[in-house]
């Protein structure tokens, strides 16, 4: 019994911290307005991988602006509303 009443309670302070989860339909919509939002952007996969290359990065300067993200993403499409 002693058991069962410290995985209850543990059960009931995770549940009370996690809110109220989304629903399934509430994600499914949120991914599509995301990617109505992003289409035509520059994959995030494609900027976190030329970011974070040590051999050739894409951006190489530790500051980052708008103006400097369109430059070194230009060869790849990017536009204002991408680099903001």
């Known amino acids: 019994n002693m058991l069962y009443c410290i995985v209850f309670?543990?059960?009931a302070f995770v549940k009370t911290r996690a809110?109220?989860?989304?629903?399934l339909y509430a994600q499914i919509r949120d991914a599509?307005?995301?990617?109505?939002?992003?289409?035509g952007f520059v994959n995030l996969y494609t900027l976190i991988?030329?970011?974070e290359d040590d051999d050739f990065?894409?951006?190489p300067s530790?500051?980052?602006?708008t103006r400097?993200?369109?430059?070194?993403f230009e060869h790849d499409g990017m536009t204002r509303a991408n680099a903001e």
């Open 57 to 59: 990065p894409a951006h």
């Open 49 to 51: 991988v030329q970011l």
């Open 68 to 72: 400097s993200l369109k430059r070194a």
């Open 9 to 11: 309670d543990s059960y």
């Open 32 to 39: 599509a307005a995301t990617a109505r939002e992003t289409r």
């Open 19 to 23: 809110g109220a989860p989304l629903t």
């Open 62 to 65: 530790e500051i980052v602006t």
